[in-house]
């Protein structure tokens, strides 16, 4: 967390400004989503880890109030700065999510939102569990709680093993950029380690402009599901595709899952045999 969303923010900012062409596209998704939910245009959005406000503004755009919530001040300037320029109002806070409750007051939301492997994984278990704890503390009675697009262990797993646990790569084609990203999970683990390197192009040419590392703690569904449950969630579905929620494609092959969840009454989440009855 410390080098790739802190120290080498401007980096990742880069890297952030191209992929904005999909923004209008995820905000229909998501909103699409939060509706069949009962979620929509007004209702309070918490956006964690939300970086340079991507979603979040698509969101507002839509007629959702939005806060979003980053560790980098770099990336929250960035998104107060397009706020600004394009006319939408939401509000941007620089803090920790690991202290979200303490950071936003005694404020209630009607969806929380974790998009894109954001925050949970790059701490511990007990951190994770306490960051969906508070962010429970700051939900509205019968709020959502979306986990979107986050990495699925069963999916990289098997990646991992078809490469033969040496690695496997993905390219990411970003107008004037190529980002390299080169994951490494071993047998057994649950960490993966990740190494984006970023080039410009020059001609014909590429300039390396550095690399983003990061290590990141893996979950199955039912690892998320439990440890959510803990926390005082109840999952309501899960599905490998955001644009496909109702697709019946196994969640073992697909590299990312997306959950939601809702605010348990009584603070008490899924116990682990509910979540092998949803499987």
Known sequence: VEEMYIAKAGLFLEVLKRLRPAAEEEGRLVAQLLEAEGIGPGATILDVG???GRLGLALAARGYRVVGIDVSSLLIEEARRRAREQ???AEFVAGDARRVDEVLGGRR???????????????SDSADE???????????PGARLLILRHPNKLGLQLMASIHGYRGFYDVLDLEDLVVVQRYVLEPGSSYMDSAWHVYRR???????????????RLYTPDELALLAGRAGWRLRRVFPRLSDPGSATALGASPTMNLVFEASVDGVGMRGEEVQDRR
């Open 130 to 140: 306490d960051v969906l704890r508070r962010c429970r503390s700051v939900a509205s």
């Open 87 to 89: 006319g939408v109002e």
């Open 50 to 52: 939300c970086g340079d």
């Open 109 to 123: 939301f009607d969806a929380i939102i974790f998009y894109w492997g954001s925050v949970i994984g790059y701490y």
């Open 202 to 216: 020059r001609g014909q040419d590429l300039e390396h402009l550095g690399e983003l590392r990061s290590c990141m």
